[in-house]
């Protein structure tokens, strides 16, 4: 998910061991029982959860597959004048289980995003059609302006905007099933099965519009706020699936935090907690079934036999050749063009009387012909010096840069394929990809694509491979058993 830090209430020393280097001669490498492609956040959850599910089930060891040079998937950084900011999946919810979970066992640092300060515009292409105040540098009165900015919300929004919240509420409800005790819980062989156990399925039949309408939220605060936020986090408008909407929804929420130094620390370290095995910089070209094992083989001329195989990374834009053929449904991927510019805006572009009116995030409407989706500050290192982030659905040219800018000291231009399309009525790829052990993670994320539903996607999978291994399900579970409140935190949904 993109991030919504600025919204309204708003190398890690790792050792890990590099397998699979070889010449241009094919050659046959012993075989872990375990292959997984794709190092991000889906394929260290299920390295994990394969190792603490499998104390009986003897999985002797896991290899993973990634084609870049590092891990962490869409979780990654980019340096900026020195310091690090995340330019892929950037918030986690504070009621996410799995990756507080996550955290708490690495050791890392949370770092929560404090909103005080912050001001929100909503453009249209014109003016600002709705501004909040922003807070001089150094005030002290950070609490009393994000209050009254507070009114101005409520002022503009009414009570839309409770209306919105309780069914925020009552989608994250459902979603919190998925961490009670296992015997509560199934292990899904669909998507479609575990969406409708949590009672989430119907969301992604209808679109967001279609849901907010129906529950009573004003159609101002639907084609602003609402839209602001989708546009920001998954690229698209309110006609966007109505549960990945909902899920960008929650995403705006109080209390949103990041690991610090990068998020991508919880593959790494997740990785090196299962002791699996990792291949970086090690593309999977084909996965041929051979009896009952697997042939991968790789961008290295390795070759590689598994008993299991587990895709990990979207589908859609690889060119993996899988033997017998799979089916899967068409999905397009949406790709976000992320560009963070140290510098100024310029105050003239906005039809403002001086950068400081500026607000801290720059949201927009739908609206095809501007060329931007958000600006929003990343870091301030003086009045006239800052990071931003800018994410549009298309590169924006140099020269609109400099429109858009009046001083530029450095700009990274990135084009993630960040996430699914969104469209409803969702149709979704199956778990398992064939009749013996060959298994998607991805499968889960035309419902919401964020690290935690990779990681409820990924615990599911896991229990799947090691049901369908051994005829039953693992009880010797390290957390996933506790109830929601054992994990220090209470909710009152």
């Not at 605060?221 to 920001?232: F, G, M, N, P, Q």
């Not at 690229?235 to 995403?251: F, K, R, W």
């Not at 109080?254 to 370290?269: I, Q, R, T």
């Not at 394929?417 to 994320?445: I, K, Q, S, T, W």
Request: neutral net charge; aromatic residues 10%; charged residues 20%.
């Amino acid at each position: 998910m993109a991030e919504p830090d600025v919204l309204f209430l708003f190398l890690l020393s790792v050792s890990f061991t590099l397998t699979g280097r070889s010449s241009a001669t094919t050659r046959v490498v012993s075989s872990p029982s375990i292959c997984v492609i794709g190092g991000g956040i889906g394929g260290s959850s299920l390295a994990y959860f394969l190792k603490s599910y499998s104390s009986d089930q003897n999985i002797s060891s896991i290899r993973i597959f990634e084609k870049s040079g590092v891990v962490g998937g869409r979780m990654a950084t980019v340096e900026v004048a020195g310091d690090k900011f995340e330019a892929g999946a950037s918030v986690i919810h504070p009621k996410n289980m799995h990756a507080i979970r996550f955290a708490q066992l690495l050791n890392l640092k949370k770092k929560t995003r404090k909103d005080d300060a912050s001001s929100i515009g909503i453009w249209n292409g014109q003016k600002f059609i709705f501004k909040t105040v922003s807070l001089p540098p150094n005030s002290r009165f950070g609490k009393i302006i994000s209050f009254l900015n507070s009114l101005l919300v409520l002022k503009r929004y009414r009570w839309s905007l409770f209306r919105m919240h309780r069914f925020v509420e009552r989608t994250v409800h459902c979603f919190l099933k998925y961490y009670q005790q296992l015997e509560a819980r199934p292990v899904f062989e669909t998507v479609e099965e575990m969406l409708q156990w949590a009672g989430l399925h119907s969301l992604t039949q209808r679109t967001l519009q279609e849901e907010l309408a129906e529950a009573g939220l004003s159609q101002r605060l639907i084609s602003e706020l609402v839209t602001v936020i989708t546009r920001i986090n998954y690229g698209q408008d309110v006609s966007i699936s109505a549960l990945a909407g909902t899920v960008s929804l929650a995403g705006s929420d109080s209390g949103l935090w990041s690991v610090e130094g990068g998020n991508w620390m919880l593959a790494a370290g997740l990785i090196n907690h299962s002791n699996a095995s990792l291949n970086l910089g090690e593309e999977i070209l084909s996965v041929a079934r051979i009896g009952r094992m697997y042939e991968l083989k790789s961008t290295r001329g390795s070759s590689y036999s598994c008993e299991v195989v587990v895709a990990a990374t979207p589908l859609d834009e690889l060119n993996i050749s899988f033997s017998p053929p799979i089916s899967v449904p068409q999905r397009k991927l949406m790709h976000t063009y992320t560009t963070f510019v140290r510098g100024l805006l310029n105050h003239g572009y906005f039809g403002l009387n001086s950068h400081k009116e500026i607000p801290d995030l720059v949201g927009t409407i739908e609206d095809l012909n501007l060329p931007f989706s958000s600006i929003g500050v990343q870091k301030t290192y003086s009045i006239d010096d800052k990071v931003y982030k800018v994410f549009s659905r298309s590169a924006i040219p140099e020269e609109l840069l400099d429109q858009m800018f009046s001083r530029r000291q450095e700009t990274i231009r990135l084009n993630w394929a960040a996430y699914p399309h969104f469209m409803a009525p969702e149709v979704f790829a199956p778990f398992m990809l064939d009749g013996l052990h060959l298994y998607y993670v991805n499968a889960f994320e035309n419902a919401a694509s964020t690290i935690e539903t990779s990681a409820v996607a990924a615990e599911n999978v896991a229990r799947l491979i090691l049901k369908r291994l051994s005829s039953g399900t693992p009880t010797d579970v390290h957390y996933i058993g506790m109830s929601v409140s054992e994990y220090g935190h209470k909710f009152d949904l």
